[in-house]
């Protein structure tokens, strides 16, 4: 087993489980074919042969210190890092020196190929600047405000924030939920981004707001930035002391969010425009407080702002709403999820996945894939028609398996290995010719196993594929050196007894009923079962050996609860495949107890106290528990099990303890954003201040001269 095996099997799991909990925007699609694929993504990020740093950054990853957004910067850096390296100091030498990316940036940073004065002409400095909108400037400071996304680029030139990026910039997506303000501090670049509680230097690192800033404030208030002083550091004085005009154009202006604010200036007003500002405001709102009309106002804004919707305002009006707006329909109780509301639901990506099965019919299915991806897996049999599968095997190949064998032509089987060349394991001998073979090795060369003996040479050929390269050769044994036509039934039996995958390399002997069923017992991947031959005995005792999807290869009028409590005992990935008048508590339970992430795939309905609880012990999120069963001993195991993630903000206000509190600052410092002020005292604010300097922002003023 290789290295790169060995990181595979240990983190691939616990990566998909950390990135389904803390990714909620367009990145989280990564995850949709799986642990395997997200794995791979990651190990695109470290270019080295060998991959000699993916290890470390996956452990930045699971540690919460790499946002997934910010992968696209780890190639380069690498790349830099390497071909710094031997100028560097001896102890800087080693990756695993550095905590997180800023500070390998800031090593290697003075190696990189600096922009040269004359790039950055007179024209361009002055578009930037007409862009923009420029709220301070003398000898020392200066503050703007970027309006494009050239300006944001420009401003941003030499430092390594997303909002600069030639390519994937992120600065829409910012701008959005509020105003990103650029200082330049005696010519060093600062970025801050109220809504998202962000101050960054040029590395694109935590700087503390109040050290560099702090000595600027009065000459910004004089400036008429009083509201947003208030916005960078809120807690220097009470809220009455700086003037309603400047708490205003805080929350209103410049996106301070509510949790800023102590709980009892959080009045309906103020609430209110911080709502409108940004709908992820209403999880800040006092519970008295989130009316009907306030939430409405809310997810009218952002339909994700449903999670945090109480579940007893989640109405059939509100949830349509907030569909509309771009909600998940996994935050849609289950007894509201009729026809009209899914069809609206899978106008947007990845949604079908928690449309009802009994709703997923002909139309609705189409609905869902117009322009998007072709997820087979999904859809029930019987509407898994000629076109459907003609644009899954377009985009992945290994979606072959979902195919109804009538439609295996050739020419589908085609489209399928030239996108997935190991699905060629699933095209009948007879069909692997030379043109059909050397697709499937051009899209991957280890195919070759899979193809006649007698033509590999030139299939290798054809494909510039070297078949005396070591993984090919490994491949080349038993069945696989046999003429198609001397694998018979007897021999593949005799083959299949000493442990052979007989699927791969023979599976038009499983035609054969007799022989099938013979070498079902033995064990057999079951989408290489011919359907007619996939009875409840050969699907129960095969199961285990598609522990990601085996469940799919079952037929609908065979499956039932034994079968599904199987499939979770081999691989809980596979609750969506449950059908839900199946997904009773005891295969949810059976799911929760190996990926607690898995939450969300439980009906509401069957979402009890035991299975949140043993949901929330493998790493599942407070928010995905009913209100009404977050007690005490829920939230305490909630944060106890939290890891990388902050459960405080999903834990009942009332629940808010010190003890708690105290426990998760320690733990995660940056929750303390999240612990009620009046709890926020000397111990526990210089504990999170220790380890994250850039948190004086969130310490009250009366405490601070203890820090």
Not at 44 to 70: I, Q, S
Not at 192 to 205: K, L, Q
Not at 615 to 627: F, I, K, Q, S, Y
Not at 647 to 657: G, I, Q
Request: hydrophobic share 45%; with cysteine; aromatic share 6%.
């Amino acid at each position: 087993m290789t290295r790169l095996d060995h990181l595979r099997e240990a983190h691939a799991r616990p990566l998909l489980q950390a990135f389904l909990a803390r990714e909620h925007g367009p990145e989280r699609a990564w995850a949709d074919a799986g642990a395997e694929a997200l794995f791979a993504r990651f190990a695109e990020a470290d270019p080295t042969v060998g991959k000699p740093h993916l290890a470390w950054v996956l452990r930045l990853y699971l540690a919460g210190r790499l946002p997934a957004e910010d992968l696209y910067k780890v190639p380069e850096t690498l790349q830099l890092f390497r071909r710094a390296r031997r100028h560097l100091a001896p102890a800087a030498r080693q990756l695993d020196t550095y905590v997180d990316l800023p500070a390998l940036w800031r090593a290697v940073a003075p190696f990189a190929q600096v922009p040269s004065k004359r790039e950055r002409v007179a024209e361009e400095r002055e578009r930037a600047r007409a862009e923009s909108r420029m709220l301070h400037e003398d000898a020392e400071l200066l503050v703007a405000v970027p309006h494009t996304e050239f300006a944001a680029t420009w401003w941003g030139r030499g430092t390594r924030w997303c909002t600069a990026a030639e390519e994937h910039n992120a600065f829409a997506e910012y701008d959005r939920a509020g105003p990103l303000v650029v200082f330049i501090v005696r010519g060093a670049k600062f970025q801050f981004h109220a809504p998202t509680d962000s101050f960054h230097d040029d590395a694109d690192g935590a700087a503390d707001v109040l050290a560099v800033l702090g000595p600027f404030f009065s000459q910004l208030e004089a400036a008429g930035l009083a509201g947003l002083v208030f916005a960078l550091d809120p807690l220097a004085r009470p809220p009455e002391a700086v003037g309603e005009e400047a708490l205003r154009s805080a929350l209103a202006d410049w996106g301070l969010p509510l949790y800023g604010l102590p709980e009892p200036h959080r009045d309906a007003r103020r609430c209110q425009l911080a709502v409108e500002r940004s709908a992820a405001n209403l999880a800040h709102v006092p519970e008295p407080l989130r009316t009907q009309a306030l939430c409405l106002q809310a997810v009218r804004r952002d339909g994700a702002a449903l999670v945090h919707v109480p579940h007893a305002l989640r109405d059939r009006a509100l949830c349509l709403a907030a569909l509309q707006s771009g909600a998940s329909l996994k935050d849609v109780p289950d007894p509201l999820r009729d026809r009209a509301l899914c069809l609206e639901a899978v106008r947007r990506p990845r949604q079908l996945n928690d449309v009802p099965w009994t709703l997923r019919d002909a139309e609705l299915c189409h609905r869902a894939f117009e322009g998007q991806q072709v997820f087979l897996d999904q859809v029930p049999r019987a509407f898994r028609d000629r076109e459907l599968c003609q644009r899954a095997m377009a985009e992945d190949g290994d979606l072959l398996s979902f195919v109804p064998e009538a439609f295996r032509d050739r020419a589908l089987c085609l489209s399928a290995v030239s996108s997935q060349g190991i699905s060629l394991l699933l095209v009948p001998l007879a069909m692997r010719d030379l043109e059909l073979c050397t697709a499937a090795a051009r899209s991957e060369p280890l195919s070759l196993f899979l193809a006649p003996p007698e033509l590999r040479a030139e299939i290798a050929a054809a494909a510039g594929v070297d078949l005396n390269e070591a993984r090919v050769q490994a491949l080349l044994t038993g069945l696989a050196l046999v003429p198609f036509a001397e694998r018979t039934p007897e021999r593949c039996l005799r083959e299949a007894a000493r442990g052979a995958s007989i699927a791969e390399v023979a599976p038009d002997v499983l035609r054969d009923r007799e022989t099938c069923l013979a070498i079902a017992a033995q064990g057999v991947l079951l989408d290489a079962v011919p359907e007619a031959f996939r009875t409840r005995e050969v699907c129960l005792r095969n199961l285990c050996t598609s522990p990601r999807y085996g469940l799919g290869y079952v037929p609908e009028d065979v499956l039932d609860v034994e079968l599904c409590l199987e499939a979770m005992r081999v691989g809980a990935e596979q609750l969506y495949l449950v059908p839900e008048p199946l997904r009773t508590e005891a295969v949810c339970l059976a799911a929760v107890k190996q990926w607690g992430f898995l939450l969300p795939q439980v009906p509401w309905a069957v979402r009890t106290r035991a299975v949140c609880l043993e949901a929330l012990r493998r790493g599942g999120a407070l928010e995905d528990v009913p209100e009404a069963l977050r007690d005490e001993e829920l939230c305490r195991v909630a944060v106890d099990e939290d890891g990388p993630l902050n459960a405080l903000p999903s834990v009942p206000f009332a629940l808010r303890t010190e003890a708690l509190c105290r426990e998760m600052v320690a733990r995660q410092p940056r929750a303390l954003a999240a612990v009620p002020h009046a709890l926020r005292d000397a111990a526990m604010c210089m504990a999170a201040v220790a380890q994250v300097p850039s948190l004086r922002r969130h310490v009250p003023a009366s405490v601070r001269p203890t820090l």
